[in-house]
């Protein structure tokens, strides 16, 4: 029989992602056959895996287009923490890893994919009403082929296991523990202040038979001397009757983050890949206007890994690109390219992007905008305008046509093609995750296939994961430096980030990144180093 083990929480971001990870990645290297699971994901951070069987249901038609999900396609759609999970416990993600996936899209409206799928749009309502049935089928069908070819699955919980109000519907967290038979662990984070309490009262809001599940609790990212916590756990244990298995330090072990909720606010200028433990007197500083419906914001971790790079998010609101400090501009992808592109040119921030002097790359919904125009543009956009205007550094016009493009990618680079990427050559993989066709109304350069444009200083690109291929990014930041006229930046550091080994670095493929203890393995110590795994009953070499 198959064992499961449900890593849940007392609320959102205590640490499960990281937990079910570590796990993962230390029962793999026990010889135990383990895979994770999520029945119902809410991310706009998406990696594209392999489909393991056609789905047959008949396809869905986006309300208010023309969109269908093709669902005999080889590729589809998960969120990223079952993919670094997957890669964790050493075997292939797929898209059963996390059956159904809601992609929010703004005013109060997600995409539904299931089974990699994009079925439909529709607000939380109308999902509990009209689509909770598919989605509840969907995970019993996935689960049920990971458990025909696993020992034990890992499945991770969403949000807090105690939200009253959905324990008829929970899908990530009741309904999956009651169609696996799953031991739960359940994650209070002490950083948050609070911890004993919300443990207790989550306990207390649970229903009998999940709370009879609970084998333990972890307190995760504690800072300071474990005694002092000592009287408190003694005291949860005795009125609860539930042990504490573990207090977990606090300690960022490198993995991808699983959603938005660890980017700056909207309102919020804030500067990310400074704190790597190294010195500089000057970073390459890599403008990211801070897009309201953001998405797989993972395209930035690559760049803000690297020793000698600080990635500056920019609010849109009263926010302003400083275009003496800042060496380039990343247009990240969207969840809404047109209500975004919108919100950009409403704010001012468009016209700092058109006069900016220096590099700019967008990737995806990023890419859209740097052209001239978007045409069927109310396909995508909640209002009712037919074509908007782009950013125009771009000769490339997008229409929006309804069909979801869901594929991995391999490109050939072309140096040639761009002055950006110049000096890269070999290929460049990724993935696409996007809707409307780009065409060029004049002769642009290929630098990634046809999948791509650029001319002078600008490039656009459909391949999410760009900067995770080592040609692209040392491309990139060299022809940065050699624009920088810095020579502090000619650092130690980067022949450590070349090599994969720069301490404390966070790439979205963490097989990139610390080559000799990888945040796979972090994650596992993490684990492994402080929590009694013994009342999990999973058995192991």
């Known amino acids: 029989?198959?064992?499961?083990?449900?890593?849940?929480?007392?609320?959102?971001?205590?640490?499960?992602?990281?937990?079910?990870?570590?796990?993962?990645?230390?029962?793999?290297?026990?010889?135990?056959?383990?895979?994770?699971?999520?029945?119902?994901?809410?991310?706009?951070?998406?990696?594209?895996?392999?489909?393991?069987?056609?789905?047959?249901?008949?396809?869905?038609?986006?309300?208010?287009?023309?969109?269908?999900?093709?669902?005999?396609?080889?590729?589809?759609?998960?969120?990223?923490?079952?993919?670094?999970?997957?890669?964790?416990?050493?075997?292939?993600?797929?898209?059963?890893?996390?059956?159904?996936?809601?992609?929010?899209?703004?005013?109060?409206?997600?995409?539904?994919?299931?089974h990699g799928s994009a079925r439909t749009h529709l607000a939380a309502g109308e999902y509990y009403e009209d689509y909770w049935g598919l989605a509840r089928e969907a995970a019993r069908k996935s689960y049920r082929g990971l458990a025909a070819d696993h020992d034990v699955i890992v499945a991770e919980g969403a949000g807090s296991i105690a939200e009253i109000n959905l324990h008829d519907r929970d899908l990530a967290n009741v309904e999956t523990a009651h169609f696996t038979d799953a031991t739960i662990v359940l994650l209070v984070d002490i950083e948050r202040g609070g911890a004993f309490a919300s443990l207790y009262g989550t306990l207390e809001l649970l229903p009998d038979d999940i709370r009879e599940r609970v084998a333990g609790a972890i307190i995760t990212k504690f800072r300071g001397d474990r005694s002092l916590l000592e009287p408190g756990i003694e005291s949860i244990e005795r009125r609860t009757g539930v042990p504490i298995l573990g207090v977990i330090p606090y300690d960022d072990p490198g993995l991808p983050e699983e959603d938005s909720v660890s980017l700056p606010g909207p309102e919020t200028r804030k500067t990310i890949g400074v704190d790597d433990g190294t010195q500089r007197d000057r970073y390459l500083k890599i403008a990211v206007p801070r897009l309201p419906r953001i998405s797989n914001a993972t395209?930035?971790?690559?760049?803000?890994?690297?020793?000698?790079?600080?990635?500056?998010?920019?609010?849109?609101?009263?926010?302003?690109?400083?275009?003496?400090?800042?060496?380039?501009?990343?247009?990240p992808g969207t969840k809404n390219t047109v209500d975004d592109l919108l919100a950009i040119e409403a704010s001012g921030l468009g016209a700092e992007i058109a006069d900016f002097d220096g590099p700019i790359v967008g990737i995806c919904g990023g890419y859209q905008m740097l052209g001239e125009r978007i045409t069927n543009a109310s396909v995508e956009g909640t209002g009712d305008r037919d074509v908007v205007e782009g950013i125009g550094l771009l000769p490339i016009e997008t229409a929006f046509d309804g069909e979801k493009v869901v594929e991995q990618t391999t490109v050939e680079i072309d140096g040639s093609e761009s002055t950006l990427l110049a000096e890269a050559t070999g290929t460049a993989s990724g993935y696409e995750i996007h809707v409307g066709k780009t065409t060029a109304l004049e002769r642009v350069g290929r630098p990634l296939g046809e999948a791509s444009a650029a001319r002078g200083k600008v490039l656009g690109t459909y391949l999410h994961g760009l900067f995770e291929n080592d040609a692209v990014r040392h491309a990139f930041v060299d022809y940065l430096r050699a624009r920088a006229d810095d020579s502090i930046l000619q650092t130690d550091g980067d022949a450590a980030e070349r090599s994969g080994s720069a301490d404390g670095a966070r790439a979205s493929d963490p097989d990139k990144t610390h080559a000799a203890k990888s945040p796979y393995d972090r994650a596992a110590a993490l684990v492994a180093d402080h929590v009694d795994l013994s009342e999990l009953g999973v058995e192991f070499d």
């Open 1 to 114: 029989m198959t064992r499961t083990i449900l890593v849940a929480g007392t609320a959102s971001h205590v640490g499960k992602s990281t937990v079910a990870a570590g796990l993962c990645r230390y029962l793999a290297n026990r010889g135990v056959s383990v895979a994770p699971f999520k029945g119902q994901n809410m991310s706009n951070n998406a990696r594209v895996v392999v489909r393991p069987t056609a789905v047959e249901e008949p396809p869905v038609t986006e309300r208010g287009s023309d969109e269908t999900a093709t669902h005999a396609d080889q590729w589809g759609e998960i969120g990223v923490s079952q993919y670094v999970q997957a890669k964790a416990a050493g075997i292939a993600p797929t898209t059963d890893m996390n059956p159904v996936l809601l992609k929010p899209r703004g005013d109060g409206e997600s995409q539904l994919v299931v």
């Open 299 to 331: 395209d930035l971790e690559a760049l803000a890994a690297h020793p000698d790079v600080a990635v500056e998010y920019v609010p849109l609101e009263g926010g302003a690109i400083d275009s003496d400090e800042s060496d380039a501009i990343v247009l």
